[in-house]
């Protein structure tokens, strides 16, 4: 038998063991239940048999409960005999245990820091993270188009932020190129991104960027538990979902095929799942089923927590094998509806109604299905939830800080890096083009000056005939110089040149 993780008891006295199999595990699931219901216990307990089993776990912690996994239970706990009192219901053994944990934070204050270049967060994902038009969405793929063709380097926002200047300064050249770009384009999206630098994105991007491989360690036969310090991100709910996803397009692009491996690789927790689909284009969404139906193969599991399966796509619920249900409740008419739909997503169980339980279900009890031995959802089962057996609820801050202190991950993100990229670049493209115009402007003055001496020294013999034929000449020599200097002049001091390179330095990096 294939090894599994005890999830609770279920039948009639809670009796018979629920559990998840390994080997299904990254056949994906979902966690669904209204608030204060039990979703977060559920988290904590899949997380620590995950982690007993050797598999690495990242998840977001929103409310910060999470952090309870670094620390064992304790008999002090005013849980402690519920907690003993439910595990002999159901057949557990409970020992209190803590787990291996890592802490990040895309802000750098409650976990190590965490960041993805430009580049790697793509256009697609940008757009969203922005909420871009379909128009702006492909002015934002020609600038990508152009710094990887002109090998400029996007890993911060400057970069982007320097980029579309470039771009809108040469956008009659590039809409020949590559179709029409509006500088009220560019400039709809250089105020989204001020928006989202006020909402803390430049803490997301730049170096060094997440290595994947720190995501999926173990320790002492162990699976590391990532745990995303969320409570602040939450915030930003746009800027929280779209650096999930990315994470896990990461994991898709980067992990090789392992086809059916006897467990995961990793497991990722998806909380506030609802958050990545609310207004998402269709795009995005058949993006998301995608990663959902591949990544599997890879050996990661992707488990959605949110309160209602309704918050999950069809085409992507239909992927999510195993299931835990909470409580829902149904006051209107559009919770029955959602209730009922949830209901019809299990396997019938001829001793109750599906829906029923659903709505009759305590704090720590669950509705759950569980894929078996060949792949196929059990009957859906009422089941007791088992206790966890590391602390329940927060850490306080100086823990948190001495397993911050003691982590491996310790001081090698800290410091950010600015290598040069399509910021440093453009600047000195800028400068060049900047002394390029002053030595132009000073060739110019030494060609007035010269001829300011030319005719300083030329005779004028006042007379006629032959001389003044040869006056006359002269004249004539000399105003066709005039003009072309002239030309020179009105070319390199008052016209173009110098006004595009004002334009460089004024717009691009002025305050620089």
């Not at 690495?56 to 670094?70: C, E, I, N, Q, Y």
């Not at 710094?147 to 400029?152: F, K």
């Not at 493209?429 to 000056?449: N, P, S, T, V, Y």
Request: no cysteine.
């Amino acid at each position: 038998m294939s090894e599994s993780i005890f999830i609770g008891g279920g039948g009639d006295s809670y009796g018979a063991p629920q559990t998840l199999l390994l080997d299904k595990a990254n056949r994906h699931g979902l966690i669904a239940g209204a608030t204060g219901t039990g979703k977060t216990v559920t988290l904590q307990i899949m997380a620590e048999g995950f982690s007993a089993a050797g598999v690495p776990v990242f998840l977001s912690d929103v409310k910060g409960d999470l952090s309870g996994l670094a620390v064992s239970g304790s008999a002090d706990f005013k849980l402690h005999e519920p907690f003993m009192s439910r595990a002999e219901t159901i057949g557990l053994d409970l020992q209190y245990d803590s787990f291996p944990v890592t802490f990040w934070d895309l802000f750098g204050e409650k976990g190590h820091p965490i960041r993805a270049t430009v580049a790697e967060m793509g256009p697609l994902l940008l757009s969203r993270l922005m909420d871009l038009t379909d128009v702006q969405e492909g002015v934002l793929n020609v600038a990508f188009r152009v710094a990887d063709e002109d090998g400029l380097p996007l890993l911060d926002l400057k970069d982007l932020q320097a980029l579309l200047v470039w771009v809108g300064q040469n956008a009659k050249e590039l809409s020949l190129r590559y179709g029409n770009v509006a500088s009220s384009s560019i400039g709809a999206i250089q105020r989204q991104l001020l928006v989202l630098e006020n909402q803390g994105g430049t803490a997301l991007f730049g170096e060094p960027a997440l290595d994947l491989s720190d995501m999926m360690r173990t320790k002492d036969g162990r699976g590391e538990i990532n745990i995303l310090a969320a409570d602040q991100l939450m915030g930003s709910p746009r800027l929280y979902a779209t650096f999930l996803l990315w994470l896990l397009s990461e994991l898709f692009e980067e992990l090789p095929e392992v086809g059916n491996p006897d467990k995961p690789k990793l497991v990722f927790f998806f909380d506030e799942a609802h958050l990545l689909f609310d207004g998402a284009p269709k795009a995005l969404v058949d993006k998301v089923e995608q990663v959902a139906r591949l990544i599997r193969s890879k050996g990661v599991g992707v488990y959605f927590v949110t309160q209602n399966p309704g918050d999950i796509p069809e085409d992507v619920l239909g992927q999510l094998g195993n299931r835990v249900q909470h409580a829902l409740r149904a006051f209107t008419a559009k919770d029955r509806k959602e209730l009922k739909t949830a209901a019809e997503t299990y396997r019938d169980n001829p001793g109750f109604d599906t829906a029923e339980a659903i709505q009759e279900v305590g704090t720590g009890e669950a509705v759950t299905s569980f894929l078996d031995r060949k792949g196929i959802p059990q009957v859906v089962e009422r089941t007791l939830i088992r206790p966890p057996s590391s602390q329940l609820g927060p850490i306080d801050g100086p823990t948190r800080k001495a397993i911050m202190a003691a982590s491996d991950m310790a001081g090698k993100y800290d410091q950010t890096m600015d290598r040069e990229s399509a910021f440093e670049m453009l600047r000195k493209r800028a400068e060049a083009a900047a002394k390029a115009a002053e030595d132009a402007e000073a060739e110019e003055e030494r060609l007035e000056e010269k001829e300011r001496e030319f005719k300083a020294a030329r005779r004028y013999d006042g007379g006629s005939g032959s001389g003044g034929s040869t006056g006359s000449r002269k004249s004539s020599g000399d105003g066709f110089g005039g003009a072309l200097a002239s030309v020179v002049v009105k070319e390199l001091k008052g016209t173009t040149g110098r006004r595009l390179v004002r334009g460089i330095l004024g717009s691009l990096f002025k305050g620089r």
